[in-house]
Nanobody, 121 residues
Framework: QVQVVESGGGLVQPGGSLRLSCDVS????????MAWYRQAPGKQRELVAF???????NYTNAVKGRFTISRPGGGNTVYLQMTSLRPDDTAVYYC???????????????WGQGTQGTVSS
């Protein structure tokens, strides 16, 4: 079993910051890559930031320079530091982990339950 649990959402004023955390636990060979997605009301879920091991990262254009994804030591915890937040960043934020359950298994996606981030004055 693999569990993905997010935390750290909340309400913040425009220009403020939030830090999201995601812990992956259970029995598996390795978490190959991890990512944050978000889904705003009435919109499709979109990729926000991606990290492979602890150094290869990618961001959607809307958050470049404002959000930072990190994964200390390439372990099973990933963070999303969000700064200069805007009302259009309001969404449910989901953590995604690309897991190899056993060494030779294909990569599988596991998702958390989501955490709400609201930017409003």
């Amino acid at each position: 079993q693999v569990q993905v649990v997010e935390s750290g959402g909340g309400l913040v004023q425009p220009g403020g910051s939030l830090r999201l955390s995601c812990d992956v636990s259970g029995t598996f060979f390795t978490a190959w890559d991890m990512a944050w997605y978000r889904q705003a009301p009435g919109k499709q879920r979109e990729l926000v930031a991606f990290i492979e091991t602890d150094v290869i990262t990618n961001y959607t254009n809307a958050v470049k320079g404002r959000f930072t994804i990190s994964r200390p030591g390439g372990g099973n915890t990933v963070y999303l530091q969000m700064t200069s937040l805007r009302p259009d960043d309001t969404a449910v934020y989901y953590c995604n982990a690309g897991i190899l359950v056993r060494e030779l298994d294909p990569r599988r996606d596991f998702w958390g339950q989501g955490t709400q981030g609201t930017v409003s004055s």
